[in-house]
């Protein structure tokens, strides 16, 4: 049996890293074999691409087109290293995002076309598309109290897209919801607005009906 593929998207704040390792923890109860992975990231290319788009590691400004072709260079680097390989072994992939937060942050917000963006996202990810996307919706606000709390203590800094307008979020969050509309059957909606274990008890559920 092939691996099933799985990816977490939503805007700023809404907990999809700790979601992701909550659904890991029970997929492994299960007896399942998993990757966890990002984007961009999760691998040696994609983390250098990841230190230049989120962290201004050149110290020059990124122009709009250079930045959608960073994302999908790392996406392409990881699909052939990392999520194809794993799902050929039969092995489950979780990503911390994937092709519609390009959809959804440099089309619906920054207004590059979205059939362009389907386009070259299918060119990098070679047609696999995931089994299913987990949206965590929270609304715009609550999410910049989160990166309010999360930075309080000095230790770290809000990233390039974190420091982006509040009208630039509220179009990335309006954009997941089209991109859910326009595949019902991949997307499950999930209100993140609620306690750590009731959004992961929520995502399980999702991923049994789904997949299980």
Known sequence: MKGKFITFEGPEGSGKSTQVKELVKKL????IKVVCTREPGGTATGEAIR?????????????????LLLFVASRAQL???VVLPALERGEWVICDRFIDSTLAYQGFA??????????INDFAIIGRKPDLTLLLDLDVRSGFQRLEERYADGKGSADRFEREALDFHLRVRDGYHQLSAREPERFSIIDSDQSIDRVASCVWNSVKKALL
Do not use: C, K, S, Y
């Open 79 to 81: 699909m052939d290293q």
């Open 51 to 67: 230190n230049i788009l989120q962290h201004d590691a050149v110290d020059e400004p990124l122009g709009e087109r250079a930045e």
């Open 28 to 31: 492994e109860v299960e007896g």
């Open 110 to 119: 920054r207004g590059m076309d979205i059939d362009t963006l389907d386009q």
